[in-house]
């Protein structure tokens, strides 16, 4: 079946370490989505890719980097330089940039600091 | 940063109970609303796409009904039922960005039995 694969589902990171979320899509879409959920608020644009080789800051992005070298993969690295990275990470995917369509989510990675 | 305003924030009723929840969003530069679904321990799942002022839609029980002109969109659950427990998102698209989405912080409903 196709979708979105997020790994590892539970990440434990120590102060000062780099960690990487991986997502994984078999949908063949353009564009590529992280949102952070902190509790009680809504989902915040971190990174997003239009297309392969390309990536747009979203509203939060300081702290964080991704990279897209392949279609089907968009990896996000929360950095040392996040003060507050312990939140729920979700990746999503839509057919291409001008699309009207709906996102299509993973399963989230929730991430908390050691 | 848009503003997406979703009300209200929480919602308890009765099995069988009817309830509505609002979107508000900017009402200008429309491209598209989204409506998705958020159960627990699963991922947002898309209930409608909204594209057109006046626009109702309709998915057994849930129906959602677009105001561009005025900036909003209604979500209607009908006869609400404990399997329809979940957070509902809305997500703005703005014509000159169609590639990114705001959402809103959700409106979570529980449905008691």
């Not at chain 1, 370490?17 to 992280?34: G, P, R």
């Not at chain 1, 291409?96 to 991430?111: A, E, I, K, V, Y």
């Not at chain 2, 609002?22 to 796409?49: D, G, I, M, Q």
Request: net charge neutral.
């Amino acid at each position: 079946d196709g979708g979105i694969t997020q790994s590892p589902k539970y990440l434990f990171r120590k102060e000062g370490q780099n960690v990487t979320l991986s997502c994984e899509q078999n949908l063949n879409h353009d564009a590529m989505y992280w949102y952070r959920q902190d509790p009680g608020q809504g989902l915040r644009l971190i990174y997003y890719s239009q297309i392969v080789n390309d990536f747009q800051k979203g509203d939060i992005a300081e702290g964080y980097s991704v990279s897209r070298e392949k279609k089907e993969s968009f990896p996000l690295t929360v950095t040392s330089a996040q003060k507050n990275p312990t939140a729920f990470y979700l990746c999503a995917s839509k057919p291409h940039r001008n699309s009207n369509q709906p996102q299509h989510f993973g399963d989230g990675t929730r991430l908390s600091i050691l | 940063i848009l503003n997406v305003e979703q009300s209200p924030q929480s919602l308890h009723v009765q099995e069988g109970d009817s309830t509505n929840f609002t979107c508000s969003f900017p009402s200008s530069n429309f491209y598209a609303l989204h409506w998705y679904r958020w159960e627990t321990a699963k991922s947002p799942e898309a209930l409608f796409v909204m594209t057109l002022n006046g626009d109702e839609k309709k998915k057994g029980r849930i129906s959602a009904t677009l105001n561009t002109k005025e900036g909003y969109s209604y979500l209607y659950i009908k006869g609400s039922q404990p399997e329809d427990s979940a957070t509902y998102l809305c997500a703005f698209i703005i014509y000159t960005n169609a590639g990114k989405s705001t959402f809103g912080d959700g409106t979570t409903l529980t449905v008691k039995p």
